[in-house]
């Protein structure tokens, strides 16, 4: 093996490496951003079914986040 391909796997794995970790952080800091956010109320004091709103929400939220790092999981392992 010559030097040259050598130099290329480990770089290439570096670079995977780099990459899965800001896509992972990326994901979690939009679904914190999304899922925590302030709602916007008209009353003072919020009733139950803002409140199921919100959980229903997040809900959505922390699914949606799953289903997108499943596909960058996947996507990572077809680029491989």
């Known amino acids: 093996m010559n030097m040259d391909r050598l130099i290329n796997m480990v770089i290439n794995q570096v670079v995977r490496r780099v990459v899965n970790v800001v896509v992972d952080r990326g994901f979690r800091l939009v679904s914190r951003k ?41 996507t990572r392992r077809i680029g491989r």
Do not use: Y
Request: glycine share 2%.
């Open 34 to 74: 999304t899922s925590a956010g302030p709602t916007q109320r008209t009353l003072d004091t919020p009733d139950q079914s803002s409140m199921h709103t919100d959980v229903v929400d997040a809900a959505k939220s922390r699914d949606l986040q799953d289903l997108a790092a499943k596909a960058a999981q996947t």
